[in-house]
């Protein structure tokens, strides 16, 4: 079987994450797609506004529901910084003979090397890339080509409807939350009146 792995702060999910969720799916024809909220982000901090680890988890299962996906709380139960290579080591110990991709935006994989233990990074996992753009193909390919020489990764670039908003940008603008953000995880986001939203702004 293939087995993909998206990872995220998921603060708040959005149409975006859908979207690849769902190209990557199909493009890699994946028999099961696991999204797994971050308990804290190695390589940024968490914003002020952000909701807690609870609200990400349940909010993660709303867009799954969306996205024909499965979501792990495995992070967040381990607690502390989310390394990617601790996570892929305890999901290779679940599917030891299956195909592992792990699934990443632009941002992500061009700073991949900087990553803890990278070299076994690509030893348990593929790696799906889900361009921002299209004008960032040519140099994700470029990157990819280095990384297949240096470690022997496997790379592909999915093609994806390009949704160029990111949570951070939608957090401080509760106005743009309707456009952008699926109306499960919209109700749920009005209930517990999450970053510092009025109902009506939401409306």
Do not use: C
Not at 101 to 120: A, H, K, N, S, V
Not at 144 to 150: A, D, I, R, T, V
């Amino acid at each position: 079987m293939r087995i993909g792995i998206m990872g995220g702060t998921f603060n708040p999910p959005h149409i975006g994450h859908i979207n690849a969720a769902k190209s990557a799916k199909r493009s890699l024809d994946l028999s099961e797609l696991i999204l797994i909220p971050t308990a804290i982000p190695p390589h940024k901090e968490m914003a002020e506004d952000s909701a807690n680890t609870d609200d990400r988890l349940h909010m993660t299962r709303l867009i799954a529901e969306l996205a024909d996906a499965e979501v792990s709380d495995f992070e967040i139960v381990r607690g502390g910084r989310s390394y990617t290579v601790d996570t892929l080591t305890h999901f290779k110990e679940i599917y030891p003979e299956d195909e592992l991709w792990l699934i990443m935006g632009t941002d992500m994989f061009l700073t991949l090397e900087e990553w803890r233990e990278p070299e076994r990074i690509f030893k348990l996992s593929n790696i799906a890339v889900v361009p921002r753009n299209s004008d960032d193909r040519e140099k994700l390919l470029l990157h990819g080509e280095h990384l297949k020489n240096k470690y022997g990764a496997t790379i592909r670039i999915i093609d994806v409807p390009a949704v160029t908003i990111s949570s951070s940008d939608i957090r401080p603008e509760p106005g743009q939350m309707a456009e952008y953000i699926p109306q499960s995880v919209l109700s749920y986001i009005k209930e517990k009146k999450l970053y510092g939203s009025e109902a009506a702004e939401l409306d």
